[in-house]
C-alpha cells in the first residue's frame, strides 16, 4: 500500500471528525432521544460510579495524610459527607466520546492492516494504532505498545529431541495452540 492509500486513510480519519462534528452541531436538544446511544448508558453510569468511588478514596486518603502530618489520629466515619454527583448529560457526552475513540482508533488499526495486505482487522493492528500517536498514552494499561519488527513466525511443532521429557522419559503432552495464519 503506496502514500496514496495512507493518505485516504487519513482523509477517512478527517471526514470522520468532520462529519461528528456536523452530526452533533446539527441535533435538535427539544427532539433528540438520548436514551438511544450507541454504547449502552447503564455500563457507562456503572464505570462513572466506579469512579466515584476512587475519588471518594482519594478523599480519605488525603483527609487521613492531613491529620497524620497534625499528629492527629482520624477518626471515623471518615467519609466528610462529600458525595460527587452525575449530572444526566454526562453519561450521554461520556457516551458520545467514547463513540469517537472508537472510531478514530478503529480507522487508524484499519490503515495498518490494508498496509499489511490484509482484510481482516487484528489486535496487532490495534495496539500498532494506538502505539503510532502519544494523544493515546492512556490506554498504555490497556492496550501496550507491540513492537512491529517482523521476524520469523514461530515453529507450530518441535522436533521431539526438544520436547519436555517426564521422569520415565517419554516425551509430555504439551497442548500447542492452533497456528495462525497471516
Excluded at 494506538?130 to 515453529?155: A, K
Amino acid at each position: 500500500m503506496g502514500d496514496n492509500g495512507m493518505q485516504e486513510i487519513d482523509n477517512t480519519i478527517e471526514e470522520l471528525w468532520v462529519n461528528s462534528t456536523n452530526e452533533i452541531t446539527s441535533i435538535n436538544a427539544a427532539t433528540e432521544n438520548w436514551k438511544a446511544q450507541t454504547l449502552p448508558l447503564a455500563r457507562i453510569k456503572k464505570i462513572m460510579k466506579i469512579d466515584e468511588g476512587i475519588l471518594q478514596d482519594m478523599e480519605r486518603e488525603k483527609l487521613a495524610q492531613e491529620a497524620n502530618n497534625k499528629g492527629e489520629t482520624l477518626k471515623p466515619p471518615f467519609n466528610n459527607g462529600t458525595r460527587f454527583m452525575i449530572a444526566g448529560e454526562a453519561p450521554v457526552l461520556l457516551g458520545k466520546a467514547c463513540e469517537l475513540l472508537i472510531k478514530e482508533v478503529t480507522a487508524r488499526a484499519w490503515r495498518h492492516t490494508e498496509r499489511n495486505r490484509r482484510r481482516t482487522l487484528q489486535r496487532q493492528d490495534v495496539h500498532a494504532a494506538v502505539g503510532e500517536s502519544e494523544v493515546y498514552d492512556f490506554l498504555i494499561d490497556i492496550v501496550p505498545r507491540m513492537t512491529t519488527n517482523q521476524g520469523p513466525p514461530p515453529p507450530t511443532s518441535f522436533p521431539e529431541q526438544h520436547m519436555p521429557q517426564t521422569a520415565t522419559g517419554t516425551v509430555a503432552s504439551i497442548p500447542m495452540a492452533a497456528p495462525v495464519t497471516v
